[in-house]
């Protein structure tokens, strides 16, 4: 996949364009059914499959005190993209110029003039343009005077609800990672750097890496089964711990994974978490003896949840 950060609205020459239009914050269920259908008409009709994405996030732009955390960096979710077959990720910076345009505007300049959309993928729910004033409807009214066809997808449901990157932030916020994954078709993920920690871990016996995430967005303080990526590329069951260390005095949030059957030196190294299922909320012991022996019970737990994961890596 090609990606391509849209410094000015001009031509990009992609033939035959099929485009499919969103933050796609997550790549959630509701974003891979957007995507399916602009790759099935891609193929169709002989062109390529396009998403067109914004970075940063609008609201960041237009409500920057209520953005909500990303789900997903912009590498993250181009990765994600490309294991779905689209064959150009367009990335227009979103600015106040870019808020300002009305939907006419967007559509004519954006997706016709740069993009040269001929057809064009979006949610019901769709809404775009200066102060999202335009919608789907309009959207294929548009199309019909700028020479483009609309395709506007209902919602994908999940436990009766539609799927959407604000319910998989609320799940992850009370640390249903089990839910994140029903409504993502997979595991949340976090990359992170493993950075120098205070030795704690290793002096009682469970030694741990030390994280410093890429994502903003975590599961609520607590301790889960995971599964870390290494750099070989090897995956490792882990027990990773969020949470303000309240047994040792508390401070801020830290992110410690204990690695099972795995040794080595991961110091600088990133690594991929992957979260399948909580262990329990984050609780204060009576000293690092009472510690130790709930950590011994933690991985029990961990590694059952693993063994019970339908998508268990070896």
């Keep these: 996949m090609d990606r391509v950060r849209i410094e000015r609205l001009s031509p990009l020459g992609w033939p035959v364009p099929a485009v499919t239009v969103g933050n796609f914050d997550g790549v959630h269920l509701g974003h891979q059914a957007l995507v399916a259908s602009a790759v099935r008409q891609a193929r169709a009709g002989g062109g390529v499959s396009v998403v067109l994405t914004f970075d940063p996030h609008p609201a960041r732009v237009v409500r920057p005190g209520h953005a909500p955390a990303p789900l997903t960096t912009l590498d993250q979710k181009a990765e994600l993209l490309g294991g779905l077959g689209v064959d150009r990720l367009a990335v227009l910076p979103f600015d106040a110029a870019v808020a300002g345009l009305g939907p006419e505007a967007f559509a004519r300049e954006v997706l016709v003039e740069t993009l040269g959309a001929r057809h064009v993928v979006v949610g019901e729910s769709f809404r775009f343009g200066r102060g999202r004033e335009g919608d789907a409807l309009g959207l294929r009214a548009l199309g019909g005077r700028l ?168």
Aim: proline content about 6%.
């Design 147 to 314: 020479g483009f066809e609309v395709d506007a997808i209902p919602p994908v449901v999940a436990a009766g609800e539609p799927v959407s990157s604000s319910r998989v932030r609320r799940a992850l916020a009370r640390g249903d990672v089990r839910e994140a994954r029903l409504l993502l078709g997979r595991p949340y993920f976090v990359d992170a750097i493993v950075v120098r920690g205070d030795g704690r871990g290793r002096r009682i016996g469970v030694p741990t890496a030390n994280l410093a995430p890429e994502n903003e967005m975590a599961p609520a303080r607590g301790v889960y089964a995971a599964r870390c990526r290494v750099p070989d590329g090897r995956w490792a069951g882990a027990v990773v711990n969020l949470g303000h260390r309240p047994t040792f005095g508390g401070g801020p949030v830290t992110v410690e994974a204990h690695l099972l059957d795995f040794e080595g030196d991961l110091y600088g190294a990133r690594v991929r978490l992957e979260f399948h299922g909580r262990v329990r909320g984050e609780q204060r012991f009576d000293g690092a003896e009472a510690l130790v022996a709930r950590i011994h019970q933690d991985v029990a737990e961990a590694r059952a949840l693993l063994s019970a994961s339908a998508d268990e890596r070896i």
